[in-house]
């Protein structure tokens, strides 16, 4: 069994994640060999013949391209490994930019750039815009995650080796958070750094913007738990997903309508930053762009004219 890991527009988080499986990774190579990895080893180009490739981060450059089109051919089977292969990730953002003001800030703009402003040439250009891997290529799997978590990878990569099929919980993060739900009075929409939120409450209730009700889950709720709002980061729960008509944005109105005494108009005048706020991890993909009533087509259109 020959597996390779491929690196694009990304931070390297889901390589080090398969690398945090530590001993784990010894039952691993007894069953299969790591051939390609550019975080793990000096080999340059995937070799033919591979049986598991993962490819991780978004594509944003024509290089990214070539080398997502090369592992898919010399592939058998293609995962879209953590959240920018799966949804475009942070690397989407950039989409609110053009590429020129992009490079303008980068190199010219910054106060640690060079004197003479020089933008580099003989650079990949970059694509006019991020995508999500899925979008240009045929994926088998799909695993969510910034980064995918540990436990979670130690129930599906040694599946995936072996040819098993798992019974993997498909639920939102709100059914894997511990903390309390009630009724509602008074609900006013908090920035995250105001105040400290209670632990045992609900934090959309008690004002603060938590993404668990519409983000899938098998993260354990690990932001919830430690009073953090869930920034949204394992992506899309599956019935956003699976219905054209449901959206990030649309579904966590009606959500913070149901629970408190307020009309979806109001909520919608209290909400913030929405590209930061609703799609920071899914704004580059066509998947959530293509929705019918989804806000990224004019989002990504208002800050790029």
Known sequence: MKIAIEELAGC????????DLHEMLLDVVEKAEIVYSPVIMDVKEPPEGIDIAFVTGAVRNEENRERLKMIRKRSKVLVALGTCACYGGVSGLSMLSSNAEIFNKVYRNGATVGEDGKIPSGVPPFTYRAFAVGDLAMMDYYITGCPPKENFLREIIPALIAGDSLDLSRKSVCSECDRKMGSVEGWKLKRRYEGVPDREHCLLGQGYLCLGPVTFGRCGASCPKNNVPCHGCNGPSLDILREPCRDLYNMMVRRISDLTDHKEKEIEEELYDVAHTMYPF????????????SKIRDLVKERSL
């Not at 390297?12 to 690398?19: D, F, H, K, M, R």
């Open 282 to 293: 899914t704004i580059g993909s066509l998947i959530m762009e293509d929705k019918e009533n």
């Open 12 to 19: 390297s988080g889901c390589t080090i994640a398969v690398l």
